[in-house]
């Protein structure tokens, strides 16, 4: 049983649709045959490329097979009068330079795509990647520094916990909590940061974040980590202390990330300067075009040239018996019989 892309039958002509009626869902029949019939030296050919070409480019998309970074889909290519008289007269050339032309446009485009790819490595080896390091590094080390002055002020025994509000030092968790939630109703002004104490060696801010209508809770030594808030006194002082307590977790992702951008640093400088691969291929199809497109015009010339003497022999041969001619005579027949009708009448009434 022959298998295929049903989005491509749909847009295949009416015959091939009503296959679609054969193995569609609900066809109670375990086997089919399905005939296609294509009838040789007509447009056959041409239709049945195109669906190729179709092939071709959903196969790089659905599959693994031959991955490409774009692909474009290949649409019905306009045909002139002349390649549709040239067809039907059975020309081979016509046949090839369509095919040609599809080839020199698919080529041509992954050659724009490769050109943009070495363009954005360029930028990304001399700019961005340089950016994202030297950030990285910045954040790194930013993340060591909070680190080593944590374990410097951390509070290792629950009894001694000591945090700073507003100017007052409140030794329980459950005052420092409610507290916090008092500077919280005390915030007047939206999205501005507002310094209310510090905490095992950290300073504090608050901040009413008006999108997500949450109070947001940054503490700082030489980076910046938020949390946002809650309405629970105490669950407030363990987030903030979860917080603290994730610094190593955020530097372990701060160096992967600068690990792989190291990696795509050196990808980038391994990949740029790399010519187009099919550069020889475009360059072979675009000679046999121009070779092809020559020899059209030379046979279109050839028909025009063999035209031109029949043009200019009826043109100097007389339109004999033409509606031109016929309206001609009339016209100057009548306008004799008018003058004579006229002279007739003056003689009658004595006027000459």
């Not at 239709?47 to 179709?54: A, P, R, S, Y």
């Not at 020199?104 to 485009?109: P, R, T």
């Amino acid at each position: 049983m022959e298998t295929y892309h049903s989005n491509m039958a749909r847009r295949w002509v009416l015959s091939l649709q009503r296959e679609g009626r054969i193995i569609r869902q609900g066809n109670h029949n375990k086997k089919v045959h399905i005939f296609r019939y294509v009838t040789e030296s007509t447009f056959d050919s041409y239709m049945w490329q195109l669906i190729e070409n179709k092939q071709k480019f959903i196969s790089q998309i659905m599959t693994s097979k031959a991955p490409v970074r774009s692909c474009e889909d290949v649409d019905e290519a306009a045909l002139s009068y002349a390649e549709v008289k040239a067809l039907a007269t059975g020309n081979p050339a016509v046949k090839e330079k369509m095919a040609l032309d599809v080839d020199v446009a698919k080529l041509k485009l992954l050659k724009a795509n490769h050109m943009n790819n070495q363009y954005r490595l360029e930028d990304d080896i001399a700019r961005n990647f340089p950016q994202q390091i030297a950030k990285l590094t910045e954040i790194i080390d930013s993340y060591k520094a909070d680190i080593a002055h944590f374990s410097e002020h951390k509070i290792t025994d629950p009894e001694q916990f000591s945090m700073e509000i507003s100017g007052k030092v409140f030794t329980e968790k459950k005052e420092a909590g409610a507290a916090l939630l008092a500077v919280c109703k005390d915030i007047k002004s939206v999205d501005a940061a507002m310094d209310i104490g510090s905490y095992q060696g950290f300073n504090m801010r608050i901040q009413f974040d008006s999108w997500s209508k949450e109070f947001i809770l940054s503490v700082k030594h030489e980076s910046v980590a938020k949390v946002r808030l809650g309405a629970d006194a105490l669950g407030n002082i363990t987030r903030i202390n979860n917080l603290l307590e994730s610094y190593p977790e955020k530097l372990a992702e701060a160096e992967q990330r600068l690990e792989t951008v190291q990696e795509q640093l050196a990808n980038a400088k391994a990949e740029v300067g790399k010519p187009f691969p099919k550069e020889e291929e475009l360059n072979q199809k675009l000679e046999r075009l121009s070779e092809l497109n020559a020899l059209l015009n030379m046979d279109e010339r050839e028909d025009t040239e063999a035209e031109q003497p029949e043009s200019k022999e009826k043109e100097e041969r007389p339109a004999h018996g033409s509606i031109h001619e016929k309206l001609q005579i009339y016209k100057e027949k009548s306008q004799r019989e008018s003058e004579t009708g006229r002279e007739t009448r003056k003689r009658d009434f004595g006027l000459e």
